[in-house]
């Protein structure tokens, strides 16, 4: 079975803090993706990365980053948190889908941020 | 970027009941994918959707492709508790590699 694992299910931080939030999968997949998740809101993408070292920026990248070292890992980074980025964050990753795009998503089990 | 939009946002159904949620797109769709959310659970992979008109069930869960490619709708019929959770549709955009997803529509169930 796909395993995507997020390093941490709650966090609290205060603003102004650095933040880690860590996803490894273990399926050898190319393509991995951060979201939010917020109510009424869906998910939104904040950056995807579809090989390692290369990212792209999703729909709300404004105070994010990532970092793709790895095939396996995908880390997403709010350098200075703020209070609107209290939120749950989903990491997922698929196979390289060719020209139909990417398949289907595995989820993580989510990390819950929150910014105080 | 561009959010697909699902309506309706919320649902409330006696079991046994139908259950339609539609996700529409002003552009044309390269394909279509759908996922169920469980209450404090995450996203989980239902169906993908390529063909115009295409049309695909598993159990009590149809889902369809519109023939312009521009809309797609799951229907479940005859609802069980069971299928409780927010109901995502996600699209292909930004040149093959990023998933945007819908807004989601929340199913409850009431016996």
């Known amino acids: 079975d796909v395993k995507v694992t997020q390093s941490s299910r709650y966090l609290v931080k205060r603003t102004g803090e650095k933040v880690f939030l860590e996803c490894v999968q273990d399926?050898?997949?190319?393509?991995m993706f951060w979201y939010r998740q917020d109510p009424g809101l869906g998910l939104r993408l904040i950056y995807f990365?579809?090989?390692?070292?290369?990212?792209e920026k999703g729909d709300i990248p404004e105070g994010y980053s990532v970092s793709r070292e790895k095939k396996e890992r995908f880390s997403l980074i709010l350098e200075s948190a703020s209070t609107n980025q209290t939120s749950m964050y989903l990491c997922?990753?698929?196979?390289?889908?060719?020209?139909?795009?990417?398949?289907?998503?595995?989820f993580g089990e989510g990390s819950r941020l929150t910014v105080l | 970027g561009q959010q697909v939009m699902q309506i309706p946002q919320y649902q409330h159904v006696q079991e046994g009941e139908d259950f339609t949620t539609y996700c529409n797109s002003s552009t044309t769709l390269s394909n279509i994918q759908w996922y169920k959310q469980r209450p404090g659970g995450h996203p989980v992979f239902l169906i993908q959707?390529?063909?115009?008109?295409e049309v695909k069930k598993q159990k009590r869960l149809t889902f369809q492709f519109g023939e312009a490619k521009k809309n797609s709708s799951l229907h479940i019929t005859a609802t069980q508790t069971t299928d409780v959770g927010t109901y995502f549709c996600?699209?292909?955009?930004?040149?093959?590699?990023?998933?945007?997803f819908g807004t989601g529509t929340q199913l409850k169930v009431e016996l």
């Open positions: 959707l390529v063909k115009s008109g």
């Open positions: 996600a699209r292909v955009t930004g040149g093959g590699n990023k998933l945007t």
């Open positions: 399926m050898d997949h190319e393509n």
């Open positions: 997922a990753s698929t196979y390289g889908g060719g020209r139909g795009g990417p398949g289907e998503l595995f």
């Open positions: 990365s579809y090989d390692v070292k290369m990212k």
